[in-house]
Antibody
């Protein structure tokens, strides 16, 4: 059974940093691209960042480029999102998601809430 | 950036009825479009990928059609568990944007 277990959310002050983790099981992690998707409170879904299976290729939404870094440790089956210079508007539930072979999001983590507030 | 516009914003129907949801792209996404369902407090669930392929375990009452810029998700014979928010998403290029959602109530 595919599982994506997220950790690392919480309350952080504006300008602060936070690292989200997503630990995968039930599939060969290195074989699949992974992504982060956010959902602002009461709002729709926004793609944040994606990374290839090897980790060699990454993509970012303009809103987070230069502030967020996606990475993965294939030896630990874990995906990361390092978030720096956080702003109030980054307050959201963040989901990790595994790609299908067509790069859609077929499996999702449970979501983790990031609150940026003083 | 390709913008996906979903309509209607809210769709009010009854169980047993047929639901037709629309997703229009600001430029062609070929058939690189997916549909997701999201219920309150839950992660989204992939329903349809590449415009018309049902994901594993998705009931046959869900179907997708379209290509280029106009896409449709049809739910034939609504079940009580189908009332949720539905999003379309493309993977034609980066960024992979989502539509703003249609609430089915």
């Amino acid at each position: 059974e595919v599982q994506l277990l997220q950790s690392g959310g919480g309350l952080v002050q504006p300008g602060g940093s936070l690292r989200l983790s997503c630990t995968a099981s039930g599939f060969t992690f290195i074989n699949y691209g992974m992504s982060w998707v956010r959902q602002d409170p009461g709002k729709g879904l926004q793609w944040v960042s994606s990374i290839s299976g090897s980790g060699a290729t990454t993509y970012y939404a303009d809103s987070v480029k230069g502030r967020f870094t996606i990475s993965r440790d294939n030896s630990k089956n874990t995906l990361y999102l390092e978030m720096n210079s956080l702003r109030a508007e980054d307050t959201a539930v963040f989901y990790c998601a595994r790609h299908t072979s067509e790069s859609f999001f077929v499996y999702w983590g449970q979501g983790t809430l990031v609150t940026v507030s003083s | 950036e390709i913008v996906l516009t979903q309509s209607p914003a809210t769709l009010s129907l009854s169980p047993g009825e047929r639901a037709t949801l629309s997703c229009r792209a600001s430029q062609s996404v070929s058939n690189y479009l997916a549909w997701y369902q999201q219920k309150p407090g839950q992660a989204p669930r992939l329903l349809i990928y590449d415009a018309s392929n049902r994901a594993t375990g998705i009931p046959a009452r869900f179907s997708g059609s379209g290509s280029g810029t106009d896409f449709t998700l049809t739910i034939s014979g609504l079940e009580p568990e189908d009332f949720a928010v539905y999003y379309c998403q493309h993977r034609r290029n980066w960024p992979n944007t989502f539509g703003q959602g249609t609430r089915l109530e």
